[in-house]
């Protein structure tokens, strides 16, 4: 407007006309001479002026109207072509133009002027700025005159001439947007008024355009001709045109379509243009660039070479797809797509490197668009079978970053390919510390550059952030391709990529918040369910785009980032790099998108920590990253793991943290500079991490561990020094870094109280699931723990106790697994953290105070018991001071938390030392001193259970003992609180019945039926009883009393029907338990028990001290059932009971050790009730009224250990109610069921005595077991009076069973240790006390059977039988099984052999008794029948054969004299059974055994004194005495066979019985010739007496008188043959005895002849006797002085037979 006011202003045109003026004259002046015509048409155009100016007002109108003429002479000027004239001439045409005072008409003459002298090549310059004036000043010029105008500028762009090209060129430029800006007016112009419809274009006329007004359509053909000119086809509308270049037709195409793109979106004339002309240009001039591949020859066969591409045009290609994909879009879809895809294929690595560079510009330009990106995603990546076109394009970004670290490819024609990967041009890496030296001094500024594996390219500033400035897609004066500086790719790709990031989240954060805003003030609008639908169709799709967008970038610029980020060199860049990582996590995770988030957030993880750190958090969440190569339309985008050459300023070097030791790691600057993203990243977005705060928290824990900052005071972390110590070198710019780091960290965990209830939960899950880590790599590993995650927990717990139940449940089990870790420092922090959260959680004023809320309460001290699970010490010593501080600062509020409590202090276990069982006893005895009272009494029970396994554990003895003590200040508790305790136990009882029923369930509580009162008792009571078989003597010894004096002491509160569970439930149970553990006890021995105590050796083996427990306890029980047997008695089971503990008595009876047997007949004793009763005296006054047993009585006074129980009056009252009811008599029909009770009693006995008594089967005798002599003396002793009670039933089969059991105890042998104590010295002959005891047995036996009636006697026999064997012990003693037994005097003490005892003392009172017994009983009939005087005999025969071989001398004699005894009773009664028979087999027995004692095989020993001797043979005298006095006189009533052997005995008693061995001094003596000569009368006086009866009885005396002369004749005869043959050799001496025996017993015979009356001798005798005469008188000549005399006795008495008699006359004669 203002150069229209300007150039018409009065003053203006005043001017315009005098210069018009001066113009004319000029060229009038100037053609004078050579061109008249000319001056002649400028004069008239002075006048013509003149006129015009003076006619008209409007003078600009009216010069307009008549330019033609005006112009007229300026144009002949020009047509003189002289140069000065035609300059003239233009400058006034174009001064005409300028005022807009030229016509349509005009301006084609004009135009046509210029065409000529542009044809001729005049003065091109001043063309060009004409024809510009012309058209920019006004709007005449259309159509034909407008296209010679346009074609003459483009005429002139090909002269030879620069300048004028250039000039040529930019004025083209601007014609074509003067054309272009004309219909932008026009349109305009045209906007108010009413626009028909555009009509469609039919494809097939190009040329119809009459639809368009003029300046559009002279744009229309203007551009379709550019279109045309480009594609090398004619112009239809620049007619003339003789030469065009396609770059600069390109160029005039990006202008148009970047400068008016609404001319082409609002006319579909143009629009159809594009699609039709400009789209299938472009890719037609692309093909050779898509087809060229960088160091591919064609080969031979190819049918045409392969056109390279071309930089100029290739590179304007590239800004008309720019233009065209930003503006046109929307119209162009399809074609876009393939623009982009080629744009794609650019990047490759095979395309040149100016191609790439270009490329890469025009990447950048999309990128900078995110809307632009948006539409793509929409338009190709979500439609189905439709390249994912935005992919791509960040892919192929990544590509092309990576490619370039690759080493360049070789036949580029740019720059770089001179450079090798790894070399830089000397002046380069001078100049810029080249990759080699970057940074490594430190001091050296460098440039910012990326360095990896060994490439490095300089990072350049290339555009302000956010616009894509590019460099070579302006280069449009260039021809040649550029050589492309090193790093220029990179930059703008780098660029590209940050600007990508940050679009894309900026608008997707814009469209995000947008959107909630809306949603907001619908739904204050609106109803909730309407919103919802409104919602559901709006917003998922924007989701979905986002998503998409993200899903279809996030691989491409994770695995361009992660590169870049490793290859960085500069903070700034780095700092990008980080930014755009975290931006792209932030925006993953408040999409939702899981994988990818946490792919950026591993990156930056990855970044933080040293190169190759080894992190399984990170390497196994990108598995699916790095691992596979992503294939993406053929590109490849390989993830990047950090590389170690990244030239970096060390800033720290620490320990990995790591399983494995592996040296010392470096912390370069920039990964401190990744940490503090990290840290920012979890304060700042910690609400979308979820899972991913694993990774987050992962890599601050190796950071932190690395960098030795250690856990102080609730969590937080504070620069510590590791225990490795040296190993951690930190520089002075990462110490001043740390506080803030710490800091950071703190605040990060304490901002957790904002985060809500989802996104606390995952991290703490995160952090539960890091700790485990660090504790796997903590196990075998004596290296520091990284404790970070335990200490955040903590400090993450503390900060969230409002809302601590949400998270206690997984934040406590964690830490307690922690606490279980075998690594202390580990296991230390976690006890510490779950300790200090239950103290904080107990004592934080929580809304619902806990007292209210005993959910809370509980859950909170729930851990507190799970740490009891925990083995290690340290670990339980943390709880339980724990549990002290809680007993001592909230004890009394513990209410429900009681058996949580109780059962942490009571969770004490072997293996955890003893300073830690001292701590938890500190708590029980604090419980039981202060808080009994307090507590709910169901929790006593719990207190009893907790205090007996103090009792149970084995570290500390003493605690142990105590504890015992605990249990029985607990007892005294119930005892004195026992009302209110049952009350409140009942009411309790009856809440749980009910919802048992409720339930349907049976009430589950231990001793259930019984009433809950006892049932506590009953605990107790179990509890003792366990601890009554715990391992520790002491222990089993202090419980065993304390539990016996408990019973005894209280067990007057239990209910009758409570007696029987303690019968079977607790004592027969410890019997059981007892039995087993003493059976199966170890027997080595112990050395010492323990310090420098001293053991006594009956107590020196497991086995021992076990003994003297089964000794307490049986003695116990046994003694509560002898105590309260009446009470027992009426329970039903009594008789079950009764042969249980019979068996227990029985078992101990029988076990291997002696003390436990002979107290297991102690108890046998007791319980038959044989103990004697106390006293009178002895009862106390208080109940001396009532008969309290006396085992009570003893428990009443000492009660309990070491204190006296104070009873009060009613008590003992109540005690005594009670016992008198007890102890009444038993009722009547009692004394039956007594009978069984006494029976069962019996058969144990029997059974005991059986198997102690049975020998040992195997021949091993040294480790065989032979029950000890009192062991059995007891036993035995037990039986008279057992017998008392089962007399009336006792039969024969008893008496069988009792004599094995008799006869089995006496055989057994003793161990040579033992023999000193239980055998006399050998010489005394004494009884044991066994044998006395058996005999007592046998005794009581037949003293009842002698009062009883007559079918008891049968039992005598068996009596006798039973002690004929004992009898025979004197020369035989019992084999005890195999055993080989020494007699006394071999054995040695120190061996373990065993002793046959002396059974001659014991076989000797048995024999008296015999005899004893058989005067009182030999008439009985029982004893005629069973023959017993036969057993005697023979019985007394063994003694009576071995005389002189008999083990003791005094055997033999008491053998003989009770033989007599007996016979003196027993003949007169066999003589009077005579004729029953009954006596008939005693004849022979007793024959053989006179037979055996009177001729002995057995020699008298050597050292038989002569006194001896003669005391001997006046016996063998006394014997034949008692046969001529008891047998003979009664040869008529006693058996034949018996005489006749009585009478050959005299016979050969009265020849001979000399013995061999005596000197020839003693022959005299030793010859028993007093014994000789007794028999010899004896045998003649019972030979000549006239009582012989029969015949038969006088034929055997005859016979035996003929016998004993025969055998004289021989003798005599033998001998005098012997000496003559002799000659003067001595004969052997016996030999010599023998002929003087026989001398003597001549003497006596005759001697009896004379005598007797000769009529009672036989003729037969006679003669013998008169035969032996001349034999006699042949011995004369013997040389022996003995023979001699005894020859001279012999042959005296003949003298008497010298004359015949008379009467043997008269004897002849009758």
Same mark, same amino acid.
């Given at each position: ?44 155009? %002075? ?113 030879? $001439? ?96 970047? =400068? ?223 050589? %492309? ?80 980020? =490793? ?613 106390? $006054? ?111 089969? $008893? ?116 005899? =004893? ?10 004893? %005629? ?39 003196? %009773? ?245």
């Amino acid at each position: 407007m203002s150069v229209k006011m300007s150039t018409s202003s009065p003053e203006a045109v005043k001017k315009l006309l005098e210069n018009m003026q001066t113009d004319l004259r000029s060229l009038s002046m100037e053609c004078k001479k050579k061109f008249p015509p000319v001056k002649e048409a400028a004069e008239s155009g %002075i006048v013509k002026i003149k006129t015009i100016a003076a006619r008209n007002t409007d003078i600009l109108a009216a010069l307009k109207e008549n330019s033609s003429e005006v112009v007229q002479p300026f144009l002949m000027g020009c047509g003189t072509k002289e140069p000065k004239i035609t300059q003239m001439c233009l400058a006034a045409i174009q001064r005409l133009m300028s005022h807009e005072v030229v016509s349509e008409a005009a301006a084609g003459n004009i135009i046509n002027m210029l065409w000529q002298l542009m044809e001729n090549g005049l003065e091109e310059l001043k063309l060009l700025q004409t024809v510009l004036v012309l058209l920019t000043t006004n709007t005449v010029v259309h159509d034909e005159v407008l296209s010679k105008a346009i074609v003459l500028c483009f005429r002139l762009h090909f002269t030879k $001439d620069n300048i004028t090209n250039n000039t040529a060129a930019a004025t083209v430029r601007q014609v074509v947007t003067v054309v272009f800006e004309r219909m932008v007016a026009e349109d305009e112009k045209c906007k108010g008024l009413t626009e028909e419809p555009p009509v469609v274009l039919g494809n097939s006329n190009r040329r119809s355009v009459s639809t368009l007004r003029p300046s559009a359509k002279d744009a229309y053909m203007l551009f379709q001709d550019l279109c045309q000119l480009v594609n090398a086809d004619a112009p239809y509308w620049l007619v003339g045109m003789t030469e065009m270049t396609r770059t600069f037709g390109l160029e005039l195409l990006e202008s148009v379509l970047n =400068d008016f793109p609404e001319v082409f979106l609002q006319h579909q004339e143009f629009s159809f243009l594009l699609k039709e002309r400009v789209c299938p240009l472009v890719i037609k001039l692309f093909s050779p660039n898509i087809k060229f591949r960088q160091g591919s020859c064609s080969s031979a066969s190819s049918p045409a070479p392969v056109e390279k591409p071309y930089f100029p045009i290739c590179m304007r290609l590239l800004r008309v797809v720019s233009v065209l994909i930003k503006h046109f879009y929307s119209l162009l879809v399809t074609e876009c797509e393939i623009f982009l895809s080629l744009l794609v294929k650019f990047l490759d690595g095979e395309k040149p490197q100016w191609l790439r560079a270009v490329a890469v510009e025009s990447v950048h330009r999309l990128c900078v668009q995110p809307h632009l990106l948006r539409s793509f995603c929409q338009s190709y990546d979500m439609k189905q079978h439709s390249t994912k076109v935005f992919r791509d394009i960040v892919n192929a970004l990544g590509s092309f970053i990576q490619s370039l670290f690759n080493l360049p490819n070789t036949g580029s024609t740019s720059s770089t390919s001179t450079t090798a990967a790894g070399s830089v041009s000397g002046s380069q890496a001078s100049g810029q510390g080249g990759p080699g030296v970057a940074c490594q001094g430190g001091g050296l500024t460098t440039q910012a550059a990326f360095e990896y594996r060994g490439t490095w390219i300089p990072l350049m500033n290339v555009s302000v952030q956010g616009s894509a400035k590019a460099t070579y897609l302006e280069m449009l004066d260039k021809v040649e391709p550029p050589s %492309i500086p090193e790093g220029y790719a990179m930059s703008v790709a780098f660029s590209a990529l940050l600007d990508l990031v940050r679009g894309i989240t900026m608008m997707i954060d814009r469209e995000r918040a947008k959107e909630e805003q809306e949603t907001a003030v619908r739904e204050e609008a609106e109803p909730v369910n309407s919103t919802q639908s409104e919602n559901n169709q709006q917003e998922p799709m924007a989701h979905e785009v986002w998503e998409e967008m993200v899903n279809a970038c996030w691989c491409g610029l994770l695995a361009a980032l992660s590169l870049l980020l =490793d290859a960085s060199t500069d903070e700034a860049a780095t700092e990008n790099i980080l930014k755009a990582e975290l931006s792209m996590a932030s925006l993953c995770g408040r999409l939702g998108l899981v994988t990818p988030r946490d792919a950026f957030i591993t990156a930056i993880c990855k970044a933080s920590l040293p190169p190759h750190y080894t992190l399984t958090i990170l390497s196994s969440n990108t598995t699916n990253l790095s691992n596979k190569v992503y294939s993406i339309q053929g590109q490849s985008v390989q993830m990047v793991s950090p590389s170690s050459e990244s030239h970096q300023q060390v800033v720290a070097v620490g320990q990995p943290l790591a399983a494995q030791p592996q040296g010392t790691v470096v912390l370069t600057a920039k990964n401190i500079q990744c940490m503090r993203t990290l840290l920012n990243l979890a304060h700042c977005h910690g609400a979308y991490l979820g899972t991913s705060w694993q990774l987050v928290l992962a890599t601050l824990q190796h950071l932190v561990w690395i960098l030795g900052l250690k856990p102080a005071v609730g969590g937080v972390l504070k620069p510590g020094r590791a225990v490795e110590g040296p190993s951690t070198v930190l520089t002075t710019a990462v110490m001043t870094d740390l506080p803030v780091i710490s800091n950071i960290l703190s605040k990060l965990f304490e901002s957790s109280q904002y985060l809500d209830d989802v996104s606390l939960h995952h991290l703490i899950n995160a952090l539960c699931s890091l700790s485990m880590e660090a504790m796997e790599m903590a196990y075998g590993n004596s290296k520091e723990p990284s404790l970070f995650a335990v200490a955040k927990l903590l400090e993450t717990g503390l900060v969230n106790m409002d809302r601590i139940e949400i998270l206690w449940r997984p934040l406590t089990a964690h830490l307690l697994e922690v606490c279980q870790h075998p690594n202390s420092r580990m296991r230390e922090w976690g006890a510490e953290a779950i300790t200090a959260l239950i103290k904080a959680g107990l004592s934080y004023k929580h809304e619902l105070p806990l007292s209210q809320n005993q959910r809370l309460q509980l859950l909170l001290l729930n851990p507190l018991k799970e740490l009891s699970n925990v083995l290690h010490t340290d670990i339980r010593q943390k709880q339980l001071e724990c549990v002290l501080q809680i007993l001592q600062n909230q004890g009394d509020g513990l209410g429900p938390g009681w058996p949580l409590v109780l059962g942490v202090i009571g969770a004490i276990r072997n293996d955890q030392g003893e300073s830690l069982i001292r701590t938890a006893f500190q708590c029980l005895q604090l419980v039981v001193t202060d808080f009994l009272p307090t507590m709910p009494c169901m929790c006593l029970q719990i207190v009893v259970d907790v205090a007996s396994s103090f009792g149970l554990q084995n570290q500390e003895l003493n605690i142990s003992l105590t504890s015992i003590g605990l249990l029985w200040n607990i007892s005294d508790y119930f005892f004195q609180r026992g009302e209110t305790i049952t009350e409140e136990l009942e009411r309790e009882e009856a809440v749980l019945l009910k919802q048992a029923q409720e339930k349907g369930e049976p009430l589950n509580r231990p001793f259930h039926p019984a009433p809950p009162f006892d049932c506590l008792w009953l605990c107790l009571y179990a509890k003792l009883g366990e601890l009554c078989v715990d391992p520790r003597p002491a222990v089993r010894k202090s419980a065993g009393q304390t539990m016996f004096s408990t019973i005894a002491a209280h067990g007057t509160l239990l209910q009758p029907p409570t007696w029987n569970i303690v019968v079977w439930k607790v004592l027969f149970l410890l019997l059981d338990c007892v039995r087993k553990s003493s059976t199966t006890a170890d027997k080595e021995k112990i050395e010492s028990g323990g310090g420098n105590i001293l053991i006594h050796h009956s107590r020196d083996t497991a086995e021992k001290q076990w003994a003297e427990t089964w000794v307490l306890t049986l003695a116990g029980v046994a003694r509560i059932f002898n105590t309260r047997r009446y009470l027992l008695q009426n329970l039903g089971d009594f008789y079950k009971a009764w042969e249980v503990l019979l068996d227990h008595i029985q078992s101990a009876a029988l076990s291997k050790n002696n003390e436990v047997s002979l107290a297991a007949l102690k108890s046998f004793q007791e319980i038959l009730q044989l103990v004697t009763p106390v006293k009178d005296l002895d009862k106390p $006054d208080a109940i001396g009224a009532v008969d309290i047993p006396p085992v009570l009585m003893e428990s009443l006074q000492i009660s309990g250990p070491g204190r006296p129980l104070v009873r009060s009056d009613s008590l003992a009252e109540r005690l005594a109610q009670r016992y008198v009811a007890q102890l009444q008599l038993p009722p009547p029909g009692e004394e039956q069921d007594d009978c069984t009770l006494w029976w069962s009693a019996w058969n144990t006995w029997y059974w005991i005595g059986t198997e102690c008594t049975r020998p040992p089967s195997g021949g091993n005798n040294k480790l065989a077991f032979v029950p000890s002599q009192p062991f059995l003396t007891a036993l035995i002793q037990i039986f008279p009076a057992l017998y008392q009670h089962i007399a009336g039933g006792f039969s024969m089969d $008893d008496l069988k069973k009792l004599r094995v059991i008799l006869h089995g105890a006496v055989s057994v042998p003793i161990s040579s240790d033992a023999s000193p104590f239980i055998l006399p010295s050998y010489t005394e002959a004494v009884l044991t006390s066994l044998q006395e005891a058996v005999l007592t047995a046998l005794d009581v036996l037949q003293k009842v059977i002698c009062v009883g009636s007559e079918n008891l006697q049968v039992m005598y026999p068996a009596i006798f039988e039973q002690l004929l064997l004992f009898v025979e012990f004197s020369c035989k003693p019992p084999q005890y099984g195999k055993m080989e037994t020494k007699h006394v005097t071999n054995a040695k003490y120190n061996q373990a052999e065993w002793v046959a005892l002396n059974y001659v003392p014991f076989a000797e009172r048995s024999l008296e008794v015999v005899v =004893d017994l058989y005067y009182k009983t030999a008439c009985h009939k029982a004893i %005629i029948n069973e023959k017993v005087l036969q057993n005697i005999i023979k019985t007394l025969r063994i003694p009576l054969g071995l005389k002189y071989a008999c083990p003791a001398e005094s055997t033999c004699k008491l053998a003989v004299s009770s033989l007599l005894k007996v016979l003196s %009773i027993g003949l007169p009664v066999a003589r009077q059974q005579a004729s029953s028979g009954k006596f008939d087999t005693m004849w022979p027995e007793l024959a053989n055994a006179f037979e055996d004692f009177l001729f002995t095989k057995s020699a008298p020993p050597d050292n038989l004194s002569i006194q001896e001797f003669q005391k001997n043979e006046a016996v063998d005298v006394e014997v034949v005495q008692l046969i001529s006095t008891e047998i003979l006189p009664f040869a008529n009533i006693i058996p034949k066979d018996f005489m006749s052997r009585i009478m050959s005995m005299l016979n050969k008693g009265s020849i001979h019985s000399q013995s061999s061995s005596f000197t020839e001094a003693e022959m005299d003596i030793r010859m028993r010739e007093e014994f000789s000569k007794v028999c010899f009368e004896t045998l003649l006086q019972f030979s000549f007496s006239n009582k012989v009866s029969t015949p038969q009885e006088g034929y055997i005396s005859r016979m035996a008188l003929s016998v004993l002369l025969q055998r004289a004749q021989d003798v005599l005869r033998r001998y005098v043959e012997d000496e003559r043959l002799g000659g003067c050799c001595p004969l052997p001496r016996q030999q010599v005895t023998e002929i003087i025996f026989v001398l003597k017993a001549i003497s006596t015979l005759l001697d009896s002849l004379k005598k007797t009356q000769p009529e009672n001798v036989d003729g037969n005798v006679w003669a013998q006797v008169i035969a032996l005469y001349p034999t006699l008188v042949e011995c004369i000549t013997c040389s022996s002085p003995k023979v001699s005399s005894a020859l001279k006795d012999a042959l005296g008495p003949f003298k008497d037979f010298m004359q015949p008699p008379v009467s043997k006359v008269q004897n002849g004669e009758s």
